[in-house]
C-alpha cells in the first residue's frame, strides 16, 4: 500500500519521501508480527508477520531497513521497509534479545540471552565477525555515536562490559545495580544512561573513565518502590531530557538531562518497555507490554495525549521519516 | 582461547584497579556446602509422575555457574560441595565433614528437624533453608543463623486464599491427609481462612479405610458430599490421594491446595519478568522442568553471591546482617525485587498459583495492602512472630 503511494507520489512529481507521513514500527511478542502505525493518523495501518517472539528492533542510518531480533526463530531478520518483506535472516546465535548497529552501517552487535554471548555479525557479507563472552542474560546493547565502544549489560552479571570495537575484544567491566536492562549513549558519546530494572535506578556513566557518574533513583506516589523497575532510556536531541520508562510502575519519569533532577512521572500503560521519538521530537512513543498498547507523550506539554492498541505484548519500537 | 583472553583481559582491570588500592586483591574462594536429606514419602497412590530426585540440588548448581559467570569479572570463584543423603545423621557427618574443612555457607534441603540440628551444629555458619516449609521455623522457632527461601505453608496458603477471595468463593471444604505435613498445610489453610473470610463449610480427614473393592476416584464423590462449597482445599503434600480429587467432588466445584489450583514457589509456567530465561537455563543444565525445590536452592546460592559480590567477603555473619537489612535486593524473575524479612529470615517473594499446564494468578491478588509491602500479606508478618533475627534473638 505504502509502496503505491509511493510509486504514485514519484509519478506525479509532486510529493518528496518526506512528504509521507512518519511511521513507526511496534514488536509484538507474543503476536509474532510487526505493527505499523500511521504517526499522522496515530492509527495502526498494517500488521507484518515476522519470525517468533519478535523484541529488539532498530533500523538501518537510511531507514530503508528494518532489523528485527525473532528471539524465539533464533535469528535476526532484515526487513525490506519498501516492500515489507524479510530479505535476509542473518546468523544471530541463540535467542537474540536486543542489538545495536556500529556506525558504520555494517556491524550488528547482537546480544544472545541464553547463551551469555555478544555475537557480532557482518550485515553484508552474513559473516559472523565475533563471538564474545559476557555475563549471564546479556540484554541491552548500544554502540557508542564514534563506533569506538559496544556496551552491553548482563542481566544476572549485573554488569556492563565495554567491548572495543577494533579488536572486538572485552576489555572493561562497570558493576551497576540489579539487572541491568538498557543502555544509551547521550548525543556526544560523552556519557552512558544505564538502567537497573530490579535495582530500581539509573546509572550514569562517564565514558572516558566508565566510572558511576550518578545514580538517579525514582519515586512516584502510590506506587510500591519495588515496581519501578527502570527499562528503555531515550534522550531528546536536544540534550533537555531523559526519558525512563518505569516498567510495571506504569510510569515514565522525565529527566532534566543537565542536572540530572527527576521533573516529573507520566502515566503511561502497563508495564511500558521501551520508546521512540518522532523524527521531529515532538512526540515520544512507549511500548506498553501488558495493555498491549502505545502511549503518545507530547513532549513539550510532558503530558499523554493518545494510546494506541497494537498487538499483544508490545516490546520494541522504532520510527522512520 | 577466547575465554582465556577474556579472563585475561579482565585480570588486567582488577590488577590496575587493585594496584591504584595499593593492596594486590586476593582471589576470592567461595565453597557453600548442599546439604540434601529427603525423607521417603512412603508408598503413594498417585506415584504416576515421580517428583525428580535431584530437586533442589540441580538449582544450586545453576546458581552457582550463573555466580561464576559474575565472579570470572570480579575474580570470584564459586564451588558447591554437594551432600545427599537417605538420612539425618549420615547428613549431620556430612555437614561436620564440610564444615572441618572451612565451609561455612551452607543451603539445606531437609525437614524442619534436620534443620535445627544442622542449625546447632553448624553454629558459626549460615544455613538457607531451601526444603522446609515448616511454619514454625518462621514464627516462634526462628533459628538465629537460619534464612529461608522456600516459602512457608502459612505463605503458600495466604496467596491461595487472596485469590479464592477475589473469586468469591466463600465456602471450603477441607480434606487432609494423615501426615504431619498435611496436618500443617490444613492448619496454615485455617489460618489464612480466618484472615480473608473464607468459611470452612465442613472438614474431612483422608483415611482411605474406605471399600476397597473400590478405588480412589470412585470413593471420591461420596466422601465430598458434605454442606455444599465453592471450593474444595485439599492438603495431601505427598500427592497421595489429592490427584484423584478434581472432577470427581460431589458438588461440581474446583479444587484447590496441594492439587488442583496450586500455591507454590515456582512453576513451569512462569515466564515473565525474565523467568523464561531462567527456565531455559535450567532445562539446558538439568534437562527437565524446574520446580519449587530448585528455585528455592537457586536463588539461596544466588543471595550468597550477590550478598559477596557487595561485601566482597565471604564472612556468614556479615551476610547475614545484610541479608537481614533492607539493602539487598534480590533478582529473582518475579516481578518483584525480593528481600528477606527481618523479624524471621523469611525471603518475601510473589507466589504464582498454578494448575498444571498454566499459571492462574500470582499472589499477592490486588487490593491486599500492607503498610509497608504487599508482600507481607503473605505469610507471618511482623506483629505476629515472636523472633526478631535482625535484634539477635
Redesign the interface.
Known amino acids: 500500500m505504502r509502496l503505491s503511494h509511493l510509486a504514485c507520489a514519484i509519478a506525479l512529481g509532486l510529493a518528496s519521501h518526506t512528504a509521507l507521513a512518519a511511521t513507526a514500527y511496534v514488536s509484538n511478542e507474543k503476536d509474532d508480527s510487526i505493527s505499523v502505525i500511521d504517526l499522522d493518523t496515530l492509527e495502526v495501518t498494517a500488521t507484518l508477520e515476522v519470525g517468533m517472539r519478535p523484541r529488539g528492533l532498530l533500523l538501518s542510518s537510511d531507514n530503508k531497513l528494518l532489523y528485527i531480533c525473532a528471539s524465539d526463530s533464533d535469528r535476526v531478520q532484515m526487513m525490506d521497509l519498501a516492500t515489507r518483506r524479510i530479505i535476509k535472516e542473518l546468523p544471530s546465535g541463540a ?1 537474540p534479545e536486543q542489538f545495536a548497529l556500529h556506525p558504520n552501517d555494517r556491524w550488528l552487535y547482537i546480544s544472545n ?2 547463551d ?1 554471548l555478544v555475537t557480532v555479525v557482518d550485515t553484508q557479507s552474513d559473516e559472523v565477525l565475533a ?3 559476557v ?3 546479556p540484554e541491552g546493547m548500544a554502540v557508542s555515536p564514534d563506533g569506538k565502544w559496544a556496551v552491553n549489560t ?6 556492563l562490559h565495554w567491548i572495543d570495537t577494533t579488536t572486538q ?5 562497570t ?1 551497576v ?3 541491568p536492562r538498557h543502555v544509551e549513549f547521550d548525543l556526544d558519546g560523552k556519557r552512558l544512561w544505564a538502567s537497573a ?4 535506578t539509573v546509572s550514569i556513566i562517564d565514558v572516558a573513565s566508565r566510572q558511576i557518574e550518578k545514580v538517579l533513583t525514582f519515586q512516584i506516589k502510590g506506587v ?1 518502590p ?2 519501578v523497575q527502570p527499562v528503555g532510556v531515550k534522550l531528546s536531541d536536544d540534550g533537555r531530557y531523559a526519558f525512563v520508562a518505569l516498567g ?1 510502575a506504569n510510569h515514565v519519569a522525565v529527566v532534566d538531562a543537565k542536572t540530572y533532577e527527576v521533573l516529573d512521572y507520566l502515566l503511561v500503560g502497563r508495564r511500558v518497555w521501551h520508546m521512540a521519538f518522532t523524527p521531529d521530537q515532538k512526540q515520544l512513543l512507549t511500548t506498553n507490554g501488558v495493555s498491549g498498547d502505545v502511549s503518545v507523550i507530547d513532549v513539550d506539554r510532558l503530558k499523554v495525549s493518545k494510546s494506541i492498541k497494537v498487538g499483544r505484548y508490545p516490546w520494541g519500537v522504532v520510527v522512520t521519516p | 582461547m577466547r575465554a582465556s583472553t577474556l579472563i585475561l583481559l579482565s585480570c588486567i582491570g582488577l590488577c590496575a584497579a587493585s594496584a591504584a588500592a595499593s593492596e594486590p586483591a586476593a582471589e576470592l574462594q567461595v565453597r557453600i556446602g548442599y546439604l540434601a536429606y529427603i525423607p521417603d514419602p512412603g508408598p503413594l497412590l498417585s506415584n504416576v509422575i515421580p517428583e525428580p530426585l535431584d530437586a533442589g540440588r540441580r538449582g544450586a548448581e545453576l546458581a552457582i555457574n550463573d555466580s561464576n559467570s559474575t565472579g570470572r569479572f570480579l575474580k570470584q570463584q564459586y564451588q558447591l560441595d554437594s551432600a545427599q543423603h537417605e538420612d539425618s545423621d549420615a547428613l549431620l557427618a556430612a555437614a561436620e565433614a564440610l564444615h572441618a574443612e572451612g565451609v561455612r555457607l551452607f543451603v539445606v534441603n531437609a525437614p524442619a528437624d534436620t534443620l535445627h540440628a544442622l542449625s546447632a551444629r553448624l553454629g558459626d555458619s549460615l544455613l538457607l533453608n531451601a526444603g522446609s516449609a515448616d511454619d514454625g521455623l518462621r514464627q516462634s522457632r526462628c533459628l538465629r543463623n537460619v534464612l529461608h527461601t522456600l516459602p512457608s505453608r502459612a505463605m503458600l496458603a495466604d496467596a491461595l486464599v487472596q485469590f479464592l477471595a477475589v473469586r468469591r468463593w466463600q465456602r471450603a471444604l477441607l480434606v487432609t491427609g494423615p501426615t504431619e505435613g498435611d496436618l500443617a498445610y490444613a492448619a496454615a489453610l485455617r489460618r489464612a481462612a480466618k484472615r480473608f473470610g473464607l468459611r470452612i463449610v465442613a472438614e474431612k480427614a483422608w483415611t482411605f479405610d474406605n471399600d476397597q473393592r473400590r478405588s480412589a476416584q470412585a470413593d471420591m464423590p461420596l466422601f465430598t458430599q458434605t454442606a455444599e462449597y465453592d471450593v474444595v482445599l485439599v492438603a495431601d503434600e505427598r500427592g497421595d490421594f489429592g490427584e484423584y480429587m478434581p472432577y470427581q467432588t460431589w458438588y461440581p466445584r474446583p479444587v484447590a491446595g496441594t492439587q488442583g489450583l496450586t500455591p507454590t514457589g515456582w512453576h513451569k509456567t512462569v515466564e515473565t519478568y525474565g523467568a523464561a530465561q531462567l527456565q531455559k537455563r535450567f532445562e539446558a543444565h538439568a534437562g527437565r522442568w524446574m520446580n519449587d525445590r530448585d528455585f528455592a536452592a537457586w536463588i539461596a546460592v544466588r543471595s550468597l553471591a550477590t550478598a559477596i559480590t557487595r561485601l566482597r567477603s565471604t564472612d556468614p555473619m556479615a551476610i547475614r546482617t545484610l541479608a537481614l537489612s533492607a539493602d539487598l535486593p534480590l533478582d529473582g524473575f518475579k516481578g518483584r525485587k525480593l528481600s528477606f524479612r527481618p523479624w524471621n529470615g523469611q525471603l518475601r517473594q510473589p507466589i504464582p498459583l498454578v494448575q498444571p499446564r498454566a499459571l492462574v494468578s500470582t499472589s499477592p491478588q490486588d487490593g491486599f495492602l500492607h503498610p509497608h509491602n504487599e508482600m507481607d500479606s503473605l505469610g507471618y508478618d511482623q506483629a505476629e512472630v515472636s523472633c526478631d533475627l535482625a535484634r539477635g534473638t
Open positions: 535467542d540471552e541464553d551469555a563471538q564474545i563472552d555475563g549471564v542474560e548482563s542481566e544476572t552479571t549485573n554488569m575484544q572485552l576489555v572493561d567491566n558493576l545495580d540489579q539487572r530494572e530490579i535495582g530500581g510500591h519495588d515496581k510495571p
